[in-house]
């Protein structure tokens, strides 16, 4: 069965930190992978997303970068974070009209 | 321009009674898909119902279903007698491109469901 795995659940990151999250996908091989950000009781906005390893698209200008190094893998970076980075992240993936959404991570910026 | 609508931020229903969520979209994909998602309070985000552009029946799945208005551009849901376990923010979210697959969101309605 598919399943996808993300991590960490919860993380507080002072301001300037850096940042690394990575998700992972099984059961399914050449997923279009996904990264949304939700501010607090706001929507999901899409931040990035990928049709193949290597293949990254942005959707809004951000201080956020991604990198699919695998197939099953996506992992969303910073440099240097920003107070307004805080927010609820969740990953997921689709193939046809099923999408799957990790289990988020809420990020803290301090 | 916004693609995809909820009006409502905020619905309240008595439990045992039926409520309809709004949703409109805009697209000039003659291919898209349109669902629906509850996200309870722990964030996990939970499909709903799926329907196709192209379907000709509305989408039904057990107290759910979607009252699909092609030409109006809606696609709202309806949850048929609530349970206290519905109170949860729903959103409706829009597949168009095809390839990308993206789905977009709109920005959640609030549901509380009273004894």
């Known amino acids: 069965s598919q399943t996808i795995h993300q991590w960490p659940a919860t993380l507080v990151q002072p301001v300037g930190s850096p940042l690394s999250l990575e998700c992972t996908v099984e059961?399914?091989?050449?997923?279009?992978l996904y990264w949304y950000r939700q501010a607090a009781g706001r929507g999901l906005q899409l931040l990035f997303y990928s049709v193949g390893i290597g293949q990254i698209s942005s959707e809004v200008p951000q201080n956020l970068s991604a990198s699919r190094p695998q197939d099953r893998q996506f992992i969303l970076s910073s440099k240097k974070l920003l107070l307004s980075d805080s927010g609820f992240y969740l990953c997921a993936w689709s193939r046809g009209n099923g999408y799957t959404f990790g289990s988020g991570t809420r990020l803290t910026v301090v | 321009a916004q693609k995809i609508t909820q009006t409502q931020p905020g619905m309240f229903v008595q439990e045992k009674e039926a409520v309809t969520l709004d949703c409109t979209y805009d697209?000039?994909?003659?291919?898209?898909?349109l669902f629906w998602y509850k996200q309870p309070s722990s964030g996990e985000m939970i499909f709903l119902i799926y329907q196709g552009s192209y379907d000709q029946q509305n989408a039904t799945e057990g107290r759910y279903s979607l009252n699909f208005q092609k030409a109006r551009k809606s696609a709202n849901l309806v949850i048929s007698a609530s349970q206290l376990g519905d109170s949860a923010m729903y959103f409706c979210a829009m597949r168009e491109g095809l390839g990308t697959d993206k789905l977009i969101f709109g920005t959640g309605t609030r549901l509380q469901v009273f004894p």
């Open positions: 697209t000039s994909d003659p291919s898209y898909g």
């Open positions: 059961g399914t091989s050449n997923p279009n």
